[in-house]
């Protein structure tokens, strides 16, 4: 089972910056579509960004503009840089890997946290 790591998440004022690692635990990783989602309290975990193994993304319009999405094969590693920060974003946020047949990835998660 492919284990997935996130880290850089933190508290930051509105307008700031943060981006967040996930650093798989093999190199198949690279085969999947990976993606990180976001969970606010009371709320249901949501979609922010995709990216295939070929590079395509995909964005939930609430991000698009702000938020980049981008992948390294060669450290099976996926990042989330996002910017222009709101507190509407505050939630925690999941790595998240999808491969045809195979058993979804999740990360633990790491906590975003966007408040003046």
């Not at 922010?48 to 980049?68: E, M, Q």
Request: with cysteine; proline share 3%.
């Amino acid at each position: 089972q492919v284990q997935l790591v996130e880290s850089g998440g933190g508290s930051v004022q509105p307008g700031g910056s943060l981006r967040l690692t996930c650093v798989a635990s093999d190199s198949i990783f690279k085969v999947y579509i990976a993606g990180w989602y976001r969970q606010a309290p009371g709320k249901e975990r949501e979609l922010v960004a995709t990216i295939s193994s070929g590079g395509n993304r995909n964005y939930a319009d609430s991000v698009k503009g702000r938020f980049t999405i981008s992948r390294d094969h060669a450290k099976s590693a996926v990042y989330l840089q996002m910017n222009n920060l709101k507190p509407e974003d505050t939630a925690v946020y999941y790595c998240n890997g999808e491969r045809r047949s195979f058993q979804t990835l999740w990360g633990q998660g790491t906590q975003v946290t966007v408040s003046s």
